[in-house]
């Protein structure tokens, strides 16, 4: 089946500074990515829908300016969290759809997030 | 009011129990609906989708009732594997998946 990978899969890093996150379709081109977070105990709420070459279309309540999402190619998006605070602390989950198949969605492994 | 509810649980049954899980969704033009499975600290993965025909796959069936927009999950003969969130899943017409909150199932021996 379609994989999906993400890296880092954890990182911690202090208030204030920004992280990046990736994720990428091993064998499948990818049209149209999502990011997701969960807070502990909730549900996954979607952040933002990337699509390759243009621009994100984020969530309402989702601020752009600080979760950057870039689709540069086919088969990467990331999500940048800038100048992240503690309240950024999450799991962040990404999936993609294969061309072949746009009603699937296949699930990154997730990166968890701690900010200090 | 969420778009999808479920019973957070947790629901706890001994092996070979039999177990059901509803949601419930809000938005009538819901157009695809699914049940994935979130082990702890990981991914969700599609366990299965759902029709108003009903679904089963071995142990497990799924039902789907548009005019009560009331989805369910039958998982038969439970097992220790089983212990899980399980999520309900809708999609609009744009392709978004909307999670719901998921209902923890544990499988006790």
């Known amino acids: 089946g379609a994989v999906v990978s993400q890296h880092p899969s954890r990182v911690i890093c202090k208030s204030g500074t920004s992280v990046k996150i990736e994720c990428r379709s091993l064998d499948f081109q990818a049209t149209t990515m999502f990011w997701y977070r969960q807070f502990p105990k909730k549900s996954l709420m979607l952040m933002a829908t990337s699509n390759e070459g243009s621009k994100a279309t984020y969530e309402q309540g989702v601020e752009k300016d600080k979760f950057l999402i870039n689709h540069a190619s086919l088969t990467l998006s990331t999500l940048t969290v800038t100048s992240a605070h503690p309240e950024d602390s999450s799991f962040y989950i990404c999936?993609?759809?294969?061309?072949?198949?746009?009603?699937?969605?296949?699930f990154g492994p997730g990166t968890r997030l701690t900010v200090l | 009011r969420k778009e999808v509810e479920q019973d957070p649980g947790p629901f706890n049954v001994p092996e070979g129990a039999t177990v059901a899980f509803n949601c419930t969704y809000s938005n009538s033009a819901s157009q695809s609906f699914f049940w994935y499975r979130q082990d702890c600290r990981k991914e969700p993965k599609l366990l299965m989708s759902?029709?108003?025909s009903g679904n089963e796959d071995g142990r497990f069936t799924a039902q789907l009732n548009r005019a009560s927009q009331y989805i369910s999950l039958l998982i038969r003969d439970s097992k220790l594997s089983d212990s899980a969130t399980y999520l309900c899943?809708?999609?609009?017409?744009?392709?978004?998946?909307?999670f719901g909150q998921g209902t923890t199932l544990q499988v006790k021996p």
């Open positions: 899943v809708v999609t609009r017409n744009t392709g978004k998946l909307i």
């Open positions: 759902v029709y108003s």
């Open positions: 999936s993609a759809t294969d061309k072949g198949a746009i009603d699937t969605q296949y």
